[in-house]
C-alpha cells in the first residue's frame, strides 16, 4: 500500500465513523417515534426497550451505509481540496482516478459486505424486532387507575375510584369494586370508604386493602331471576388481591412470521416467486377453460335430440327472436351476466396475485439496490467534494441531503410504481441508479479536467467538431 492511499484512507476513515454514527441515531430515532405511541404507558422495561433498539439499529445499517459514504466521501475530498493536497497530490502527476481508488475499494467492500448483511442479517433481525413489536402491540397499558373514571383493564372487574392521595396515588377514597368473573353481569358489588393500592409478590399481583365498606352479592334463584336473592355484608378490612398476568410481554411464536417477505433471505425469496409465478400462470390457464361452460347452450338438433353446442356456432336472426326464441335471448343474457361478474372475480384475484409477487421482487431487488447505493453515493460524492473544495460539516450536509432525498423520493416512486404495476418492478426498482448515475458521471468527468461545477463549455464545442477542417489540438 502507498503513503498516499494510507494518506487518504485516513482522511476517510474518521469522518466515515462519525457521519455513520450520526446517521444510525437519526434513522434510529425516526423508527423509534414511529411506533412511540405503541411503546409508552404499557412498562416495558429496559430489557425489551433495548431489544428493540438493537433489532431497529441493525435494520438501518443498509439504510445508513450509502448516506455515511456520501457524507464522508464529500468531506474527506473537500478536506484535501481546501488545504490544496489534491492540487499537490496532482502536480505530482498522480491522476485524480488514482487518487479516488483506494476509497473506491473500501466502498466495493461495504457494497459487498452490506450485500451479505442485508441477506443474512437484516432477515433474522426483521424476524426478532417485527415479532417483539407486535407482542408490544398486544399488550395492554400499564395499571391506570384514574379518580372518577371506571377501570376495566383487569379482567373480570371494573374498579371506580373517586379521590386519589399519597405521594404515589396509592390512598384510596370512596372506592366501587363490580365483579363479573361469575360471568353473570354485576352479580357482585363491593363499596368502601378508603382503601389503599400495593403490588405484591414482585408486581405479579395488585392488591386493594379496603376500609369500612360493604359487599352485595346476588344469588340467582334456580325458578326464575325474579326471585333472586341478596347477602349484604359489612366490613372492617378486607383484602382483595388481582392478578396482574394479562399485563405481562407474552412472546408468540416466531414461526407464524417467517413467510412473511422481510423475513427471507435471497433464495427463500426466489423460491417464493417461482412459486407465485407458477400458481399465477395456472390460474390464467383454468380461467379459459372455467369460461367454456358459459358460452355453451342446449338446443335441439334436427333430429329433436338435444346436443350441446357452442355459441359462436349458433347463427339466429333477430326475426327468429320474437317471440319463439325469446325464452333463449333472455338466458343468452343471463349467460352474459355471469360471465362478466365471473371476469370481475377472476381479474381482482389475478391482479391481487400478481400484486403479492411484485412485493417478492420489489424485497429481492431491494438486496441489490441498497448494496449498489453504496458505489452510487461514492461516485457522486468523492468528486463532487474534490469540485467543490469544502470541508467540515457544513456544505457536505447540505449537499449530501440534497441527492440522498433525490435518490429516496425516486426509489419510493419506482417502488410504488413497480407494485402498482405501473411498470417493470426490475425497472422501478432501478430508477434511482438509472437517473443519479449520470450526475455521478458528470461529476467525475468535471473534477477529471480540474472543470468547476456547472463550467459545461466542451458542450459548445460538440459542434465545432463536425465543421469542415476542425482538428483536435493535443
Avoid at 400462470?281 to 346436443?307: F, K, S, V, W
Wanted: glycine share 8%; net charge positive; proline share 3%.
Amino acid at each position: 500500500m502507498k503513503k498516499l492511499d494510507k494518506l487518504i484512507l485516513q482522511a476517510f476513515a474518521g469522518p466515515f465513523l462519525l457521519t455513520f454514527a450520526v446517521v444510525q441515531f437519526i434513522f434510529l430515532m425516526q423508527f423509534m417515534m414511529k411506533y412511540m405511541d405503541d411503546l409508552v404507558g404499557k412498562d416495558l422495561g429496559l430489557g425489551v426497550i433495548a431489544q428493540l433498539l438493537f433489532y431497529f439499529s441493525v435494520l438501518i445499517v443498509p439504510i445508513s451505509l450509502p448516506l455515511a459514504v456520501l457524507l464522508s466521501s464529500l468531506m474527506t475530498f473537500g478536506t484535501l481540496g481546501e488545504h490544496h493536497e489534491l492540487t499537490a497530490i496532482k502536480t505530482a502527476g498522480i491522476s485524480l482516478t488514482r487518487i479516488l481508488r483506494p476509497v473506491l475499494l473500501v466502498s466495493v467492500l461495504l457494497a459487498g459486505g452490506a450485500f451479505w448483511f442485508n441477506n443474512t442479517i437484516v432477515p433474522l433481525a426483521n424476524l426478532e424486532a417485527y415479532s417483539l413489536l407486535w407482542d408490544v402491540r398486544q399488550q395492554k397499558l400499564a395499571l391506570d387507575i384514574r379518580e372518577g373514571v371506571f377501570y376495566n383493564g383487569i379482567p373480570g372487574y371494573t374498579i371506580k375510584v373517586n379521590e386519589k392521595a399519597g405521594e404515589n396515588g396509592d390512598l384510596l377514597k370512596g372506592v366501587m369494586i363490580y365483579d363479573h368473573t361469575q360471568g353473570r353481569g354485576s352479580s357482585t358489588v363491593i363499596l368502601a370508604d378508603s382503601g389503599r393500592m400495593f403490588t405484591r409478590f414482585g408486581g405479579q399481583y395488585l392488591g386493594l386493602e379496603l376500609f369500612q365498606g360493604r359487599s352485595y352479592v346476588e344469588q340467582p334463584s334456580s325458578n326464575s331471576r325474579s326471585g333472586a336473592s341478596f347477602i349484604r355484608q359489612k366490613f372492617d378490612r378486607n383484602l382483595i388481591t388481582f392478578s396482574l398476568a394479562s399485563f405481562g410481554l407474552d412472546r408468540t411464536k416466531k414461526e407464524l412470521f417467517k413467510e412473511n417477505k422481510m423475513m427471507l433471505n435471497l433464495n427463500q425469496l426466489n423460491f417464493t416467486t417461482d412459486s407465485l409465478h407458477r400458481r399465477l400462470g395456472l390460474e390464467r390457464r383454468q380461467l379459459i377453460q372455467q369460461l367454456n361452460p358459459y358460452y355453451t347452450y342446449l338446443r335441439l338438433d334436427t333430429t329433436g335430440r338435444t346436443a350441446l353446442q357452442r355459441v359462436e356456432n349458433w347463427k339466429i336472426t333477430a326475426a327468429r327472436l320474437q317471440p319463439d326464441n325469446y325464452q333463449v335471448a333472455q338466458q343468452a343474457a343471463n349467460r352474459a351476466r355471469n360471465v362478466q361478474s365471473f371476469l370481475a372475480t377472476s381479474a381482482e384475484r389475478l391482479t391481487s396475485l400478481r400484486k403479492e409477487t411484485a412485493n417478492f421482487r420489489i424485497e429481492t431487488y431491494r438486496k441489490f439496490t441498497q448494496s449498489a447505493a453504496i458505489l452510487l453515493m461514492f461516485l457522486i460524492g468523492a468528486p463532487l467534494g474534490a469540485i467543490i473544495k469544502k470541508g467540515g460539516l457544513g456544505v457536505p450536509i447540505l449537499v449530501s441531503i440534497v441527492f440522498f432525498i433525490i435518490y429516496y423520493v425516486f426509489s419510493i416512486m419506482g417502488e410504488k410504481y413497480g407494485r402498482e404495476m405501473v411498470m417493470p418492478v426490475g425497472v422501478g426498482m432501478w430508477m434511482s441508479a438509472a437517473i443519479l448515475l449520470p450526475i455521478g458521471l458528470f461529476f467525475l468527468y468535471q473534477a477529471r479536467h480540474d472543470s468547476g461545477l456547472l463550467d459545461i463549455d466542451w458542450v459548445r464545442l460538440i459542434p465545432r467538431r463536425f465543421r469542415p477542417g476542425y482538428q483536435k489540438v493535443v
